[in-house]
């Protein structure tokens, strides 16, 4: 009975949440609550997607005996198998017929064939894929379509209410209903751009590329991956937002390809840490560890040690929010980027290079902590006549140096942003600094902060 009560209370919530249209039908008995009005409109625009591809065979070490191949008639490459898989899509333009669904749906497919709800059977072509935001573009071409209202998923807060559409486990077109539980998640893709809404409606196998829609009908994610330890439902579900979802789909329309704008800039986390050893008042945002020479990022003025805040007045809390940001942007687009030099607050235009012609933007850095043994630089280093520095020289095994990231090689170039040219500035600098101290790094090419407390 307690079961029954959570149940209707869980139905009643919804129904306050949802416009009168979404709840109520004149055919249903008077007083019954439904999204039925609402999920009549919107599921003819989600569609089934299956994939065939060829899988090669695994090939035994035995093939590779010539002798054995002769002996048993072997050929030179065993055939390749077929394959189907199967998942799920969104109309999201009914007059030129373009499908959202997930990259990771169609990689690999040499035949991809669409199911309306209607049970008519398409082709579809291709047009892009992306896997760095798990978003594939296809176009079918047909009479009738629905399409879905793209909404905008900047609105969402935590605890909307969302309705997840798809075909899990190959059921059949399937609706599960549940809440935004989080956004901003990052973590389930470490070499994507991760931007994931939360939610725990229920999200299954075969439902990747399913709609998640608000309930006013409008689509706000693309379902994409559920954390599971046993492969099904558990209430944690992710779908890439239709913010991001909409920028490579144009750009994968226009181009076939994503030609993402690049700022030229390395960058680790703020960490209080870090803005305790700089002397920064900021609760969180991007440090600038590197500028590479030519980009967008040193025409425009920034500098190594500026701490990044927002992007367009978006807010950047970590590194990975301006990765994304600058990600979802393409080349020569301009971006205001809002940041903090010295105390000061300041606001850059930057132009945003090409990839063939520009740096790239690094993978944010993990914060250490760091100590080691250090020497000057000798003629014979790999930067000896193009930097100068103290060099680590060895890192004993177990020491804090070695647990906390210091390497063999590194130059250290920097004490709280105050350039050391040698062994002896860096003591020098060291014993006038404040605990903790942020140690600039060179470490290759590339450059780091570390903080020893």
């Known amino acids: ?56 065979m695994s090939r035994n070490p035995l093939f590779r005996d010539p002798y054995f191949r002769r002996f048993f008639d072997v050929p030179d ?152 330890p046993a492969g099904g439902n558990v209430g944690i579900g992710f779908a890439v937002p239709t913010n991001v979802a909409r920028a490579v789909m144009e750009q994968l329309i226009e181009h076939g390809e994503i030609r993402r704008g690049l700022l030229g800039v390395s960058i680790q986390d703020l960490t209080p840490d870090l803005a305790e050893a700089l002397g920064v008042a900021a609760a969180g945002g991007a440090i600038v560890t590197r500028v590479e020479p030519g980009s967008g990022a040193e025409a425009a003025g920034i500098l190594a040690g500026d701490v990044v805040t927002a992007v367009d007045g978006r807010p950047v809390l970590d590194a990975g929010d301006l990765r994304n940001a600058v990600g979802m942007r393409r080349v020569g687009d301009r971006v205001a980027i809002a940041l903090l030099r010295e105390g000061e607050r300041l606001e850059l235009l930057a132009s945003l290079g090409s990839p063939e012609h520009g740096p790239t933007l690094d993978d944010p850095f993990e914060s250490p902590v760091a100590g080691a043994r250090l020497r000057d630089l000798r003629p014979g280093d790999p930067l ?31 004490v709280n942003r105050t350039r050391v040219t040698d062994v002896a500035d860096l003591r020098r600098a060291l014993a006038q600094a404040r605990r903790p101290v942020a140690l600039t790094v060179q470490r290759g090419r590339g450059r780091m902060l570390l903080v020893m407390r």
Do not use: C
């Open 1 to 56: 009975m307690r079961q029954i009560v959570h149940a209707l209370a869980i139905v009643a919530s919804i129904a306050l949440a949802a416009p009168a249209a979404a709840v109520t039908r004149p055919s249903a008995p008077q007083g019954a609550l439904t999204l039925a009005p609402v999920l009549e409109k919107i599921t003819p625009a989600v569609v089934n997607i299956s994939v065939a591809s060829s899988a090669p």
């Open 77 to 228: 490459m065993p055939p390749a198998r077929p394959r189907l898989s199967a998942g799920s899509g969104v109309i999201v333009d009914a007059e030129n017929g373009y499908v959202l669904t997930n990259h990771h749906v169609v990689a690999d497919g040499d035949e991809i064939v669409v199911t309306l709800k209607d049970r008519r059977e398409l082709e579809a072509e291709l047009v892009g894929s992306d896997p760095d935001t798990d978003i594939a573009v296809l176009r079918i071409r047909a009479e009738n379509l629905a399409a879905l209202e793209l909404g905008d998923s900047d609105l969402l807060r935590v605890g909307d209410y969302v309705l997840a559409i798809g075909n899990p486990f190959g059921l059949g077109q399937t609706v599960t209903s549940g809440i935004v539980s989080a956004l901003g998640r990052t973590g389930i893709n470490a070499d994507g751009y991760e931007d994931f809404i939360q939610t725990d409606a229920a999200i299954n196998p075969g439902n990747s590329g399913g709609a998640l829609v608000t309930l006013d009908g409008r689509l706000v994610g693309i379902n994409t991956a559920i954390v599971s």
């Open 384 to 414: 000896w006549g193009e930097t100068s520095g103290a060099l680590v020289e060895d890192v004993t095994p177990g020491s804090p140096a070695a647990r906390q990231g210091l390497r063999p090689g590194d130059l250290v170039v920097a």
